[in-house]
């Protein structure tokens, strides 16, 4: 495997941290962890990255043991949270900063080779601008060219999106994908945002309270999840029937009660009384036009 | 009337008289005086003159320019460097260390300015400890090298803690980033640590060159036959009635205030940030450096320190033992002897110190409250006034009161208000900065929520800004209280001889020469700002001092 994680733990204190983490990924995989705030994806993230010295187990990269290896010489970028952007330089010398020290170019060359990075996310025309003058999301190409311009084995992604509004996530995310299928460069991933975990992913690792629940494709963990809490966290389940909300129907006449009707424009949900359970629909499209205690029967689709 | 209405209007009205308070005070106690002192300068025999300013550059004048300039600007070079090397220290070692670095520098302050000087001249002076006792040798210490030596000292704790503040402002991940791309410690440091420094750099620069500038305490003491333009403006001032003449040599010293101000004020608009940001501050970022390097910047620290615990020890042991002879005789002379006149001194300058801070610390809040808050028009103009006296030298606010308070109706000479609204005004700056960064990390929805509940203004200040401003509060009063209890530049030339304070009792033995003597009475005042400042942290440490960072605005 190109990337191992063996028996990697680190705990802050009795209950919070990370404990016995296994996970490989493979050369050009799109790996994307997912959980909650807490639930320990950013500490495996920072122990990847060097930033943090775990207390046990190996981090495997292309056959090396890092796990001592210190930032600065790790083949590993991160594109942070906050992109970190070096306000006192302009967008060409942030993206050639890593050039410069950590492939040891000179100034020019490293500038020159920065060139092409900075194409690759669209921003040529912004080499001389100066950072605080992006916008949020010119930003965040930036981060992410700087990232790529040393060529990683390996590129780590701390909630990235996170600070974009919705329409732009949108865009950046297809960009995302894009590029690296271009690159093909590793990537492990950080959101709690379980749409853009299934939309971007090539396998998805959900965690909770520091250890994992489930890996698997993005349709394994939709459509197979093997806990409760993954079934809960990425998308909605109704229990008593073991069904996503969405492959059942309504249909007029019979034993079950409409309680509520939540109109969300591209779908209805509708919180259905059956003997003593709630059973949660949702419907997409233009819906015929129930309304709250009216009789019907919940069919599968 | 509705009652309701009646007690909205009364508030209202209420606010707008603490309002032109506030600005009266700042217009009575700074406006005024720089502008009475200017005026003196430009006055002879009752007329519009230059007299004064065509004296001050005659050729032995000039070279009293000159020196001014020389040793000044070399004294804050090196307070300057050393205090780079400090702040670096403090980024290179762990947490634990640079707490430690911090409280260390905090103490380092404590002290008035000359008690330096006082140590020098006791270990190096014409019968001193190390030169004389030691050496066998009879130097001359006086001179211009040490004044930059001692100078240079002086500055390197205020220049420390204004850099401190620049590294707060430094965003972990963006140290994280540089790591990560393959930067080593001295990349790092270069890249990301220092150009963070820089505005702090060029303002404690020149802060300090403008100190010294009007430092005239240290050239006395230690200087010898060579003047500058501070001892010349201190020596007219209080040898001859002429104020004409000291005027004009104070109000030449202003220009190189402005500049300072000029990017002291830069320094404190800055820190431009992009999202979200975590301080490097309490982390230990694990930087590697280089063993010449750590050298360069951990020597001159390490050595700071060592020589401040040397003057400390020195002071101590010269406040109980006679040391005339080049060698140390234990006694206890200086305290059986201590002229009565100086315990009062003493408790004057707690008192009006106390009260000082106190007054200081409540007019502040309350203009950053209405410059930064409620954004009042005008008020950006009041705030910035109120830092003048803070930068402007001692010696031109001084003689600015002598000039505005001694003549009727405003008569204050010789009184205590004198004093107090000296040592107020001076600081004021102190409380407003305090202020204005609780309030730009307090969610403005707070007032805006507690108004829209139908608290008035004064009400809401009351209600749900007061809590938040604690630790200023505490913070600042303390500063206020620990400067005033030390202060001569300014009080050297409003003080009246029968209320007298101890730093000026203080002052006045080094200059005769009773160094014993002076060396007790700066353990004196040592211990009680020591004291203070513990009881005053105790406030401080009880409640918790509510953390502000919590309702930051960002996510």
């Keep these: ?301 | 009337m509705e009652r309701r209405t009646l007690i909205r209007q009364t508030y209202k009205q209420f606010d707008k008289l603490i309002l032109l308070v506030l600005i009266g005070l700042v217009g009575l106690f700074i406006v005024y005086p720089i502008v009475s002192i200017v005026a003196f300068s430009f006055r002879s025999g009752g007329e519009f003159s230059l007299t004064h300013y065509q004296s001050i550059f005659s050729p032995a004048n000039r070279k009293l320019i000159w020196h001014s300039l020389w040793t000044a600007s070399s004294a804050a070079f090196f307070s300057t460097v050393v205090a780079v090397m400090i702040s670096l220290s403090a980024v290179l070692s762990g947490p634990r260390w640079q707490k430690g670095l911090e409280k260390a520098v905090m103490i380092s302050m404590i002290s008035p300015p000359f008690v330096s000087s006082l140590a020098f001249i006791i270990l190096f002076g014409r019968r001193g400890l190390i030169t004389y006792g030691l050496l066998g040798l009879s130097l001359n210490p006086y001179g211009p090298q040490s004044i930059v030596l001692l100078q240079a000292l002086g500055g390197i704790a205020f220049a420390s803690l204004l850099l401190f503040a620049n590294l707060e402002q430094i965003d972990l991940f963006q140290v994280l980033a540089s790591r990560d791309l393959g930067a080593k410690g001295q990349h790092t440091l270069k890249d990301i640590i220092f150009p963070a420094l820089r505005p702090g750099i060029l303002s404690a620069f020149f802060v300090l060159f403008t100190m010294n500038i009007a430092d005239f305490s240290t050239p006395i003491i230690v200087g010898g036959s060579f003047k500058t333009l501070a001892t010349e403006a201190y020596l007219i001032a209080v040898s001859t009635p002429n104020l004409g003449q000291a005027a004009a040599i104070s109000v030449l010293m202003v220009p190189s205030a402005l500049i300072a101000f000029y990017f002291y004020r830069r320094n404190m608009r800055l820190g431009q940030t992009i999202g979200a940001k975590r301080s490097i501050k309490d982390i230990d970022l694990g930087l590697r450096l280089p063993g010449w390097l750590r050298l360069i910047i951990f020597l001159p620290a390490i050595s700071y320190f060592i020589i401040t615990l040397l003057k400390y020890g020195v002071i101590l042991v010269s406040a109980f033992a006679n040391t005339s002879s080049g060698r140390i005789k234990w006694t206890l002379d200086y305290a059986r002897t201590l002229p009565p006149n100086n315990l009062a001194a003493i408790g004057r300058s707690v008192g009006y110190s106390l009260i000082a801070a106190l007054a200081a610390t409540i007019i502040g809040l309350l203009i950053s409250w209405y410059t930064h808050r409620r954004r009042l028009p005008l008020m950006e103009g009041v705030e910035f006034l109120t830092s003048l006296p803070y930068i402007i030298p001692g010696t031109f606010f001084g003689l600015g009161y002598v000039a505005a308070f001694s003549s009727q109706p405003l008569m204050l000479r010789g009184t205590a208000i004198i004093l107090i609204t000296n040592y107020c005004f001076r600081q004021l700056s102190v409380p407003i900065k305090a202020a204005n960064t609780t309030f730009s990390m307090l969610d403005r929805s707070i007032d805006r929520a507690a108004k829209d509940l139908g608290a008035s203004e004064l009400q809401t200040f009351w209600t749900v800004l007061l809590s938040p401003l604690r630790t200023a509060f505490i913070n600042s009063f303390i500063t206020v209280f620990t400067s005033s209890m030390m202060a001569v530049g300014a009080i050297a030339f409003i003080v009246s001889p029968g209320r007298t304070v101890a730093s000026m009792e203080l002052f006045r033995s080094v200059g005769q020469g009773r160094y014993g003597l002076a060396s007790f009475q700066a353990v004196l005042l040592i211990v009680i700002i020591f004291v203070f400042n513990l009881i005053l942290l105790l406030f401080k440490d009880r409640k918790g001092g509510r953390d502000v960072s919590r309702t930051k605005r960002s996510k």
């Design chain 1, 1 to 301: 495997m190109f990337l191992e994680l063996n028996d990697l733990s680190k705990m802050y204190d009795e209950h919070n941290g990370v404990r016995s983490f296994d996970l490989s990924v493979e050369e050009g995989e799109f790996v994307t962890m997912l959980g909650p705030s807490g639930c320990g994806k950013t500490t495996v993230l920072n122990m990847l990255g060097g930033f943090l010295r775990p207390d046990g187990g190996e981090i495997i990269l292309d056959g090396r043991d890092i796990t001592r290896t210190i930032p600065e010489e790790r083949p590993v970028a991160t594109v942070f949270q906050n992109y970190a952007l070096f306000s006192n330089l302009n967008v060409i010398d942030n993206v050639a900063y890593g050039l410069r020290y950590y492939h040891q170019l000179k100034k020019s060359a490293a500038r020159k080779a920065a060139r092409k990075y900075l194409e690759l996310v669209g921003l040529s025309d912004y080499a001389q601008t100066m950072i605080y003058h992006l916008s949020g999301g010119q930003q965040q190409r930036v981060a992410l060219a700087r990232s790529l311009a040393i060529e990683p084995k390996l590129l780590l992604l701390d909630e990235p999106f996170s600070n974009l509004d919705a329409a732009l996530r949108n865009q950046v995310r297809q960009d995302l994908k894009a590029l690296q299928k271009k690159t093909n460069i590793t990537m492990l991933f950080v959101t709690h945002d379980q749409e853009e975990a299934l939309f971007l992913s090539d396998r998805i690792v959900v965690m909770r309270r520091g250890e994992i629940s489930q890996v698997g494709t993005p349709k394994e963990i939709y459509y197979q999840p093997q806990t409760e809490d993954v079934a809960q966290f990425v998308g909605s389940m109704n229990q008593t029937l073991s069904i996503r909300p969405e492959d059942l129907t309504l249909k007029a006449g019979g034993e079950a009660v409409i309680e509520r009707i939540s109109f969300y424009g591209a779908y209805t949900d509708y919180l259905v009384r059956q003997d003593d359970d709630l059973i949660l629909i949702k419907s997409f499209g233009k819906q015929p036009d129930w309304q709250p205690g009216q009789a019907v029967t919940i069919e599968k689709e």
